[in-house]
Each structure stands twice: as structure tokens, then as C-alpha cells.
């Protein structure tokens, strides 16, 4: 039988960072820079660092919470992206599944001498201002949280924080000075800021359903975008427009996207697992248009007291759609997602509210709230870091997918000191060559389950 959820029999995040305190011994970063802003001036300069849907939306939500504050910097590998979403920032449009309030206009001021763009232009942006959102691919996260705490920035990135695990440890490392020099960093798993998600897993680790011994975590939902087309592209340049399609920039489906319900489990375990096993692969999404990412993946987790963890991701149309976490215990079951208990005499259910939940912008989304909780730490001086939460979640859905794409159980100590590196060794434009290059026919290699080792 498991141990409940409080027992210390699993690995918890102070575990977790234990563990790694190797790794983080070896950082090397560089003191903390003077802030930008004047002094007796109490206004916040915010640079956005990757303008796509997502980033787009971030910048919204941080210009809508309390306090003097502008967005003073954009930066994007491509200048229509920039162009795009600095449009809809100033003039209104959709953005990350929601209407883009007016209202963010008046605290945008980004003229054309602090819009940067190509490879190296989070550098710039980063430079001029006071809070960073980083919202690049998450195979640049690493880079961007690196040169963020260098130089002294706050910062928010969105999930996954790496796509391999080097990365992972290059943010903890990062996020190790970040606390030493006391910046605020907020990572976009946006559940922990979700008063439902809070009550009804504060109410499974008191013990609501008895003992845990099974968790299910499901985001099986349909296709996403169509890729870019090749046209007159370099390699790198084809690869980035179509980062949700490559390892090394996505990290797959099931750490780009599965991370948020893997998280959650983690969070009601307050740990993370000890070892996984899985199978995937492509059915769907064939072809050289689709680089080299599964459409499909299935895990088994194991904790450290035995509770076992179930996830499943799936992207295909036409299928059975499931986002969401279940928890069965000795004496119910729960659906965290829909904030419901079932524990006979103890049933549970989160009061059912108004609220447009088609909103990110809205005053009580957890979207909004994660930033409004970021920059009130800034302005306040409150510690704040979830740069360890975000890299226990990411490093859980790397685990899941080596296990998948070697067809092998595989240990959390094994998976977190892996030296397999995805992304490229130097950055030097857009010629650089990725790791992974198309063959004769345009096809890219996918991984190979019982052939593959370590990937």
C-alpha cells in the first residue's frame, strides 16, 4: 500500500535540488547588473523575448497587473513575428486563445530602435530592461534564463524551462543565482495559481481520499498547426519556423504540452518519480513535413513509495479528447481537474462560479494571476522562484519521453545526468546546422525504440 501524500519516503523538491547540487556548483554566472530604471523611478521596463501566441499573451498579462510598468523591448528570431503581435499589443486582436484587452495599449511603447530581431537579439531586449518574458522556443530557454540572471533581470519564462536534460540543469544552476541575488522568477505553469486546482489538492494531500496509489494524467487532444513550408529557408531557419516539429526545440508534445497535467502530479505528490517506462510513436502525423516528434506517448511513473502515475498524450484528429488528472486512493477518487472528490460521506466538489472561463485576460485566471503574484514579489522584495518547480516538471516529461523513444525503463538518476545535449553546440546564425539534418528524401530520423539508447 502507498504512503499518503505528506510521507517522506518521495523525493521531494528539496530532494530534488539536493541531488543536483553538483551541477549547480559549476555554475559561473556574472554579478548582478545595476537596474535600468532611474532612480526615485518606479516604473518597470519589460522585455518580451519571443513573440508568438503565447508570448504575445504573457505580455498582456504582465502589462495588466498593478504598478507603473511599460513594455519597452520586443525580441524575435523573425521580424513578422515581432511586427505581428506588437500590432496586437497596440491595436487589439487574438491572442493565446482570447481577445487581447485595448486596454494593455497605453503601456506599450517599443519604437523601432528597441525591436530586435535574429538569434542573438534576446540579448539586446534583455539589456534594456528591468523583467524579462521569455517566451522563445523552449529549446532557447536555457540560453535566455542564463543571460537573464547574468545580468541581473527578473524574469517570467513559459514552460517546458528545457528540451534535454543539460538544460535542465543549466536552469537550475540559473535559477540558483537568480535566488542568491534575490531576482523574482515565474515559470507559465499556471495551475499552481488556480485557487480550484489549490483547494482540491490541499484537500488530497489532507488526506481527503486516504492513501494515493494511482494518478492518471491525460492531454490527448487533436493536431496542431500545419508546418511552415520550406520555400527558400535555411535548414535552421525551417526547423525554428516549425520549432513544435523538432526535439530539440519543443522537446516533443509530452514536454511541450503534457508537462502542465505531469506537474500537477508532482505537485500532489510533492515529489518527483523515481523511474519510467512507456512506449510511442507516429501513426497520424507522417512525413517530412512533421520533423521528428511523436504523435502519441504513453507512461508508466513510479514514485518512490510505489504510487504509480499513468500519462498519456496523444495529438491526432478525429479522436477521443481528455485533458486532465485523476487520483484514486484507499477511500475515493478525485477528478483534480474538474475539482471534484468522490469519497463517499466526504464528496467534494469546488463551488461552481461565473467566471468567463474563455478568458486568460480575466482578473481571476491563473494566467493573469501568475503574473500578478511575479511582479507584486518585484515590487515588494517577497522571495519568489519557481525555476525549481519548473524544471522538476520538465525533467518529469523528458524522463517519460527517453522512455518512449528507447523502449527501456529508465531511472530519474539516470535521465537527469544524461549527457545527451539536443541542442545545438554553438549558435552562429542562421547557417548554423542543427543536430538532426533531413536524409536524400527530406525525411528526419525518428527515434527508435529498442535501437536508441539514450535520446
Known sequence: MANSPGESSRPSRRHFLQTS??????ASLTSLAQPVHAAGDETLRIALVGCGNRGTGAA???LQTAGPLKLWAMADAFEDRLAGSLGILQKGGRASGGAVPTSVAKRVDV????????????????????????????GFRADHFEYAVAQGKHVFMEKPVATDPAGVRRVLAAAKAARDKDLKVGVGLQRHHDVKYRETIQRLQDGAIGDLHTLRAYWNGGTIKR?????????????????????????????????????????????????????????????????DIFDHHAVEYTYADGTKMFGYCRQMPGCEPLVGEFATGTRGTADVGKYRIEA???????????????????ADSPYQVEHDVLFAAIRSGTPHNEAETGAEATMTAILGRMATYTG????????????????????????????????????????????????
Open 408 to 455: 527501456r525503463t529508465v531511472t530519474w538518476d539516470e535521465g537527469f545526468a544524461s549527457q545527451c545535449v539536443l541542442t545545438p553546440e554553438t549558435m552562429a546564425g542562421w547557417d548554423t546546422a542543427p543536430r538532426k539534418l533531413p536524409d536524400s528524401d527530406g525525411l528526419y530520423r525518428l527515434p527508435m525504440p529498442g535501437i536508441d539508447r539514450e535520446v
Open 60 to 62: 498582456a498579462n504582465a
Open 227 to 291: 508546418p511552415v513550408d520550406r520555400a527558400d529557408l535555411t535548414e535552421m531557419q525551417y526547423q525554428v519556423r516549425n520549432w513544435y516539429f523538432f526535439t530539440w526545440l519543443s522537446g516533443d508534445h509530452i514536454v511541450e504540452q503534457h508537462v502542465h497535467n505531469l506537474d500537477v502530479c508532482n505537485w500532489l505528490m510533492n515529489g518527483h518519480p523515481v523511474s519510467a517506462v512507456g512506449m510511442g510513436g507516429r501513426l497520424m502525423r507522417t512525413g517530412k513535413d512533421y520533423g
Open 344 to 362: 463517499g460521506d466526504n464528496a467534494w466538489h469546488y463551488p461552481r462560479t461565473r467566471r468567463n472561463r474563455g478568458s486568460k485576460y480575466a
Open 111 to 138: 519604437p523601432k530602435d528597441r525591436q530586435f530581431v535574429g538569434l542573438d537579439a534576446y540579448r539586446q531586449a534583455i539589456d534594456a530592461c528591468d523583467v524579462v518574458l521569455i517566451c522563445a522556443p523552449p
Open 21 to 26: 547540487s553538483a551541477a549547480l556548483a559549476a
